[in-house]
């Protein structure tokens, strides 16, 4: 591990002053590792677990403002997220092992990286490593023609098919929430679409965020009234383990027809997958089997397969199809 400085943040414009080119930390579940595996180098690190970010409160508009560092257990266990964003809740408590969401914050994890073996490497993207585009640009990508069972299907590139490994992410993407950040040239507000990058011919680039920002919360909207969400994960093992597929489904029914839909799947894309394709198959119609594997077919349609992962598009399909009757019955 590269030698780094340590200090604690007293307040956000104190540390978007000293992050520099450093890295700001928060549970440390993620980052603590991969500077260990020297994936990450940072030569500076900002605690921000003492900034006021801590907080899950009600908004005006009856939409819900989670602060960055609210801890992934305290999210889930919330009881406006388990009453009115339940994907969310269900997304969270999947995800690693209760000590782990003890630590783990919602910035950190929108900002966790992938568990592709080679990019954990420690060598990988150095001479007489394994080849990864996403440690070192031009480098290449020994996933392509390695062991890629637990690659991506979705959204992948010639350069890169890294898996992302949230499941919140996948909750986020379907619940539509937006994601505030600050940084040396003020505030903004992304859209989930539009934060996570897909890895084209910069897998580096993972994220819209751009040098110095911090994540300072996340919004949800007003919950869609009458619907109900259901998040299922499927993995090797029941727990402490990150899906093969996942589906983050929201539904609104009128009568037996399907008003209102949102799709969005983990464990198959470069990034949270929203399935449009999926939403438009099923807006307006009967809620019943066929309509739901019609969706999954159109969901994972555009799927590109590798030698060990094409297992994970009829599991993927599954997924989605057990998701919405579950959601709908
Ligand atoms: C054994 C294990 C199993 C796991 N299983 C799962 C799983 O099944 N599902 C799942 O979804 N996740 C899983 N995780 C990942 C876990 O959810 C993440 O490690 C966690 O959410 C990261 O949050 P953190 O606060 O610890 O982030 P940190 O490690 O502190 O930071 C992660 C990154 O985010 C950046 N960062 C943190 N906060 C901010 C901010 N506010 N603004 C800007 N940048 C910020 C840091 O600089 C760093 O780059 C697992 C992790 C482990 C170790």
Redesign the pocket.
């Known amino acids: 591990m590269q030698t780094f400085s340590y200090v604690k943040a007293a307040s956000i414009d104190k540390a978007l002053a000293g992050v520099g080119s450093g890295?700001?930390?928060?549970?440390?579940?993620?980052?603590?590792?991969l500077m260990k595996l020297n994936v990450?180098q940072p030569s500076a690190l900002v605690d921000?677990n003492t900034l006021p970010?801590d907080k899950v409160e009600k908004l005006p508009t009856g939409g819900l403002r989670i602060g960055?560092?609210v801890r992934?257990s305290d999210l889930a266990w919330n009881d406006d997220v388990k009453t009115s964003y339940a994907v969310l809740s269900q997304a969270l408590l999947?995800?690693?092992?209760p000590q782990?969401?003890n630590?783990?914050?919602t910035?950190?994890?929108?900002?966790?990286?992938t568990r592709c073996a080679y990019f954990r490497e420690p060598g990988a993207g150095t001479p007489g490593g394994y080849g990864c585009n996403k440690r070192t640009p031009g480098t290449g990508c020994a996933a392509l023609e390695g062991f890629n069972r637990s690659h991506a299907v979705l959204g992948t590139s010639d350069h890169c098919i890294a898996t992302h490994?949230?499941?919140?992410?996948v909750a986020m993407a379907a619940l539509e929430a937006v994601i505030h950040?600050e940084g040396p040239k003020g505030k903004r507000a992304i859209p989930f679409a539009d934060f996570h990058k897909l890895p084209g011919e910069t897998p580096h680039i993972e994220n819209a965020?751009e040098p110095g920002?911090?994540?300072?919360y996340v919004e949800l909207p007003k919950p869609i009234e009458g619907s109900r969400s259901v998040y299922l994960k499927l993995r090797d093992r029941a727990s402490?383990?990150?899906?093969l597929a996942s589906a983050a489904v929201v539904v609104k029914m009128d009568g037996g027809h399907i008003r209102y839909v949102r799709v969005a799947m983990g464990g198959v894309g470069t990034k949270p997958w929203r399935s449009h394709e999926a939403e438009a198959a099923l807006t307006g119609k009967p809620a019943h089997a066929a309509t739901f594997r019609a969706a999954s077919e159109a969901a994972l349609a555009g799927a590109k397969t590798r030698t060990d992962n094409a297992f994970k598009v009829e599991l993927a399909k599954r997924c989605l199809t057990r998701a919405l009757k579950l959601a709908t019955s």
């Open positions: 890295k700001f930390i928060a549970g440390g579940t993620t980052l603590v590792d990450e921000i970010l960055a560092l992934n999947s995800g690693a092992s782990l969401r630590m783990a914050t910035g950190g994890n929108l900002l966790q990286r490994p949230s499941d919140m992410c950040v965020l920002e911090l994540v300072t402490y383990e990150f899906a």
